[in-house]
Structure formats: C-alpha cells, structure tokens
C-alpha cells in the first residue's frame, strides 16, 4: 500500500512538474515569436524580453532536471510495488494452498468424528445404562477420557503404576466388575497385556 501511494504521489508530482516545464516552454516560445516578429521595437524592451526569454530558458532546464528527478523516483517506486505486489500475489498463493488444505483435512476430521460418533452410538447401545452414565461423568472430569488401558500394571490414563495391592484385587474381580484406578478414578479397561 505505501510503495502503490509512493507511485501515485510520484505520478502526480511529474504530471505536475511536467506542467510546469509545458508552461515555461510557452511562455519562451511566445517571447521568442514577438521578438521575431519585430512588434517590440524599444531597445530598453528588446533587452528585457532577451533577458526573460534566457531567464525562461535556464528555468526550464532546472524544471527538466526536476522532471527526471522525479521520473527516476516514480520508476524506483514503480519497480518497488511490482516486486511487492508479485511477493504478496506469491503469499496468498501460499495461504490459498495453505487454506484449501486445511479444510480439506477439516473435511476429513468431520467425517472421522461422524463416523465415531455412528461407532459410539451402537457401542453405547450395548452398554448398560449405570456404567454409560459414570462413563460420561468421567469423561467430563478428566477432559475427554472417562477410561484407561491398564496396560503392563499401569494406568494409561494417569501413567501410575498400580500398587500390587490393587492388581491382587484386580486379579480377583470378575471379568465383568467395574475397576477403577485409585489414583485418577478412571475405569481401568482390562487386556491381556494389562500384567496381571
């Protein structure tokens, strides 16, 4: 945004500039005519318009200096907003790929949730309805995991050792007994790799 002000400040400075050049060179050019023409016969004058139209002529070489001074700021900056404007079309080519590819991978994540949550459903159909709901309770104390693996003498959900004390008792449940873990009270899901 700066280097596209930068250019239209330096457009409008030239335009400006070359304007002023236009009306100096008119000016030298109808001084130039009336001395050519011999209207002004008085020396005294003669020497006046002499000295005007060198006057105009050293002023309209110090406005052409100008002129290109200017030309050769607007092309800098000119060089300056293509560059920039390539370099930003460059970035948001980046963030379009960056953005399609993120909701692509949204759109798989939702599919994913709706087909667990399809899976839950039909598993949670199977479980009786006191052990979903202390399930649920769990899950909504320890952020999202309302059971564990008991996974070589360990809880997956705390990642502590169980006390041997515990995976006595744990030994003599009956398969289908509720066990919890004493540290972070989550249901401990027994597997044949739980060490027991």
Same mark, same amino acid.
């Given at each position: 945004?700066a280097?596209?002000? +930068?250019?239209s400040?330096?457009a409008?400075e030239?335009?400006?500039a070359?304007?002023d050049?236009d009306?100096?060179?008119q ?5 130039q005519?009336?001395?050519?023409? $011999? ?6 004058? =003669?020497e ?11 002023r309209?070489?110090? =406005?052409?200096?100008?002129?290109? +001074?200017?030309m050769?700021r ?7 907003? /293509?560059e =920039? ?5 460059s970035?948001q080519s980046?963030?379009?790929d ?5 909701d692509?991978?949204? +759109?798989?994540?939702d $599919? +994913?949730?709706?087909t ?5 459903e039909?598993?949670?159909a199977s479980?009786?309805?006191? *052990? *979903?709901?202390?399930?649920?309770? =769990?899950?909504?104390?320890?952020g ?5 693996k008991?996974y ?10 169980? /006390?041997l004390?515990e995976l /006595?008792?744990?030994?003599k449940a009956?398969?289908?007994t509720?066990?919890r873990?004493?540290n ?10 739980? $060490?027991l």
């Amino acid at each position: 945004m700066a280097a596209q002000t +930068e250019e239209s400040d330096t457009a409008r400075e030239q335009t400006k500039a070359e304007q002023d050049v236009d009306q100096v060179r008119q000016r030298a050019t109808r001084d130039q005519q009336r001395l050519d023409s $011999g209207a002004v016969t008085s020396p005294k004058d =003669l020497e006046n318009l002499q000295r005007e139209i060198a006057s105009l002529a050293k002023r309209q070489g110090d =406005l052409e200096d100008i002129v290109l +001074e200017v030309m050769e700021r607007r092309e800098s900056a000119q060089e300056r907003t /293509a560059e =920039l404007t390539e370099r930003v079309s460059s970035v948001q080519s980046k963030i379009d790929d960056a953005t399609a590819r993120r909701d692509a991978a949204f +759109e798989k994540l939702d $599919g +994913e949730a709706a087909t667990a949550t399809k899976e839950r459903e039909v598993v949670a159909a199977s479980v009786p309805a006191d *052990l *979903l709901k202390l399930y649920d309770r =769990l899950r909504e104390q320890q952020g999202g995991i309302g059971a564990a693996k008991l996974y070589a003498r360990s809880c997956q959900g705390c990642r502590q050792e169980l /006390a041997l004390t515990e995976l /006595a008792e744990i030994r003599k449940a009956a398969p289908d007994t509720v066990i919890r873990c004493e540290n972070c009270r989550r249901i401990l899901v027994r597997t044949s790799e739980s $060490g027991l």
